[in-house]
T-cell receptor, first 112, second 112 residues
């Protein structure tokens, strides 16, 4: 089944630790996005990739890095986690006809 | 930049009441418009969409009409049920990178 696979689903980090959130899609679309969801803030774009080999900052990129490894995979890295990065993270890609987006199941990250 | 403004919640209704959640968007370009729903503990699901002016999206009794003249995409349902209790997000996509921009979300609680 076509979709977006995101790992891990849950993670607890200590302040200063690093981690990478993985995302893989089989929608065969060029674009991929990382969002974070916080109560009362909606979903905010962290980084996006319009095609393999390109990445651009979104609304809230500070404290994050990304890698577009190939057309399928787009990873998000926290080099030194901070409590302000406690959030739910979603990887997203447009559908085959653009109108309709497919979301990963989300990663609930807690930084203590 | 692109933005979406939606009615702040929370909204509390009795079962069978009429629902309206207001949403307005910036008119840059020719965006597609979406309503997403998030049930407790779950990810986002597409509820309905519209791709051009005067289109009406509908699903599960919910409706929204793409109004270019008022830059609005208000969500309506004639008779809500307890099972409609969720957070509702209005969103727009646009630009060459198809980025989604979300409103902050509206929490709806429907009481029996």
């Amino acid at each position: 089944n076509a979709g977006v696979t995101q790992t891990p689903k849950f993670q607890v980090l200590k302040t200063g630790q690093s981690m990478t959130l993985q995302c893989a899609q089989d929608m065969n679309h060029n674009s991929m996005y990382w969002y974070r969801q916080d109560p009362g803030m909606g979903l905010r774009l962290i980084y996006y990739s319009a095609s393999e080999g390109t990445t651009d900052k979104g609304e809230v990129p500070n404290g994050y890095n990304v890698s577009r490894l190939n057309k399928r995979e787009f990873s998000l890295r926290l080099e030194s986690a901070a409590p302000s990065q406690t959030s739910v993270y979603f990887c997203v890609t447009p559908g085959q006809n653009i109108v309709g987006y497919t979301f990963g199941s989300g990663t609930r990250l807690t930084v203590v | 930049g692109d933005s979406v403004t939606q009615m702040e919640g929370p909204v509390t209704l009795s079962e069978e009441a009429f629902l309206t959640i207001n949403c307005t968007y910036t008119a840059t370009g020719y965006p597609s418009l979406f309503w997403y729903v998030q049930y407790p503990g779950e990810g986002l699901q597409l509820l309905l969409k519209a791709t051009k002016a005067d289109d009406k999206g509908s699903n599960k009794g919910f409706e929204a009409t793409y109004r270019k003249e008022t830059t609005s995409f208000h969500l309506e349902k004639g008779s809500v049920q307890v099972s409609d209790s969720a957070v509702y997000f209005c969103a727009r996509s646009g630009g060459s990178n198809y980025k989604l921009t979300f409103g902050k979300g509206t929490l709806l609680t429907v009481n029996p």
